[in-house]
């Protein structure tokens, strides 16, 4: 059988080891040639190949639930479920999600981008199970990084104590998150995997039986079974923290042996009550590429299958804004040593992976673990010194108590750095950063500030470090920024909710937040070939406004055009509306953003031609809100 004839998993059933194994390198291939051409989750799939199959052997995918964790190590899940002939559109536009939805297929129990929810769904849908008086199996797939987020040990916590609540948790424990894990947790399970009955009977055991004198090549056949029911009697030792929670551990179990673990699947079905399988995996198994660099090929851009390396761009591409935060924020800690990098578990991708580097005593990881990065910080911050919490704006939504309670009420001076504001493209509407000024901004003490381009972020990081009054938070976008003169050193501080003029114009006043300006810009040299002519005003500051720039010119011009890459509902221009309103300045507003919706999986450009955010719509927007001109006088 080939993989392209597999529609539905059930179709794994009866097939051999070697078929099997067959199965499994079609996968391998599959999933690297389309990495390769569009980018994607590379090591995460390529180290569950063997379990996915393993596992599906033992289920019935009609009426059994599966639930994986965050979902970028589900590509071979979406390959033997219907989707192989379409797998080359995954991340595109109109195809395949790089996470599992719902909507996309039924196989698709439930969706996750972010990482630590799979027991907590999984325990909802076996207690839903039992409440209904069904029979299906449910198992949770979860990887060691995400073990360590609390809401992965809150539910550990609440299985262990249902016992009659029949619940499968797989752990693939391949030593990562995105980065190596850190904590005691990580520390916890790699004791059990070197862990001296382990060891001794995963590399002597077999060896020294086959030293017994006229013993041992008479025994070679039943090695394995005698080796897998010692293995058992060391459970008790090397899985007690598992056991005292109310689970019944088993393993750890070789995670690329196909055999082994149909075995063991098998045998945990039989097993009442939540029982926790414990798989060792090679992140990015099967590309020796993917093995050496664990990290850099957790995700990759389109890359050369043969040498590993990036497709090379076409044109040279100024830094990123993440690469320039990075940098800038280095330079600030080797003269400030209060300086504190705060990451959960995004080293690389903040770029707090240069901190690290180059001052490890200033950087801390507290891997998968928002809430608690941002408390931390509060602790921090209450005893003089200046963290810096470098987390994605889809992500620190994951602590929104914490930066209210604990940081905001007291006042405490923590700089949020939100990477990934905005569009951030192919990884859909878990990653989105939409909603961080919305949920920001509302908060009492909280100042809010985004660059209209890389320069003036490095300014942000100096105003940031510099502002100890109270929490600040900046936002910034995903991808390159506009390859504006950037300096070395001397950067001001920025005044704290000022703004500043770009353009001077009597019809239209354009008002926007972050790096939506450039478009604004161009929008305004659009309407100005139609005899419009556009005041544009980089607010700077979503909080506080710089009313005293904002309400002269709005009570001048009369026409308001409010501008942002974020949801529209509580954003950037209902704040200006809010002010104008509250100021009794009464003049029609068009506030461009994104509507109430979810933005799928597409390119950055994409995406924003379809919310209707390029520069010539812009432009058309503002005629046809005020001007009543035809969408058409635009090109």
Known sequence: MHLSEITHPNQLHGLSIRQLQQIARQIRDKHLQTVAATGGHLGPGLGVVELTLGLYQT??????????????QAYPHKLITGRYSCF??????????????????????????????????????????DMQ???????????????????????????????KTNLLVVLNDNEMSISPNVGAIPRYLNKIRLSPPVQFLTDNFEEQFKQIPFVGESLSPELGRIKEGMKRLAVPKVGAVFEELGFTYIGPVDGHNLEELIVTFQQAHQIPGPVLVHVAT????????????????????????????????????????????????????????????????????????????????????????????VTLSAGLASEGMRPVVAIYSTFLQRAYDQIIHDVCIQNLPVF?????????????????????????????NMVLMAPKDEAELQRMVVTGVHHTTGP?????????????????????????????????GD????????????????????????????????????????????????????????????????????????????????????RIGVPDILVEHAQPNESKAELGLTSPQIAQSVLQAFFKQELSAVG
């Open 282 to 373: 090679v992140k990015g198994k099967g590309y020796d590429i993917a093995e050496q660099d664990k990290v850099g090929y957790h995700a990759q851009n389109p890359f050369n299958l043969t040498t590993g390396k990036a497709v090379p761009s076409n044109t040279p591409k100024p830094p990123g804004y993440s690469k320039v935060f990075a940098h800038t924020l280095v330079k600030l800690a080797e003269q400030n040593p209060k300086i504190v990098g705060i990451t959960a578990a995004m080293a690389t991708g903040t770029g707090l992976d240069k901190l690290q580097a180059k001052l490890p005593d200033q950087y801390i990881d507290v891997g998968i673990a928002e809430q608690h990065a």
């Open 59 to 72: 289920l019935d995918l009609d009426h059994d639930k599966v639930i994986w964790d965050v979902g970028h």
């Open 88 to 129: 080359d559109t995954l991340r595109q536009k109109d195809g395949i999600a790089g996470y599992l939805k719902r909507c996309e297929s039924k196989f698709d129990h439930f969706g996750a981008g972010h990482a630590s929810t799979s027991i907590s769904a999984a325990l909802g849908m076996a207690l839903a199970r």
């Open 507 to 590: 019809d239209v006043l354009m008002v926007g937040y972050g790096t939506i300006i450039h478009s604004a810009l161009q929008a305004a040299e659009i309407l100005s070939e139609h005899g419009i002519e556009a005041t544009v005003i980089n607010a700077r500051f979503a909080k506080p406004l710089d009313t005293e720039l904002i309400f002269p010119l709005a009570k001048k011009i009369g026409r308001v055009v409010t501008l942002e890459e974020g949801c529209v509902m509580g954003g950037f221009g209902s704040a200006v509306a809010e002010a104008l309103l509250d100021a009794d300045i009464v003049v029609p507003i068009k």
């Open 472 to 504: 600040i938070a900046m936002r910034f976008p995903r991808g390159n920024g506009y390859g504006v003169p950037l300096m070395e050193e001397g950067w001001e501080p920025l005044e704290i909710g000022k703004g500043e003029i770009l353009r001077h």
């Open 416 to 444: 949020f750095c939100l990477d990934r504001a905005g569009i951030v493209g192919a990884d859909g509407p878990t990653h989105q950063g939409m909603y961080d000024i919305a949920y920001l901004r509302c908060i009492p």
């Open 133 to 163: 008086g069904d029979k299906f199996k449910v198992v949770a797939i979860i990887g060691d990084g995400a073990l360590t987020g609390g809401m992965a040990l809150e539910a550990i916590n609440h299985a262990g104590h249902m016992p």
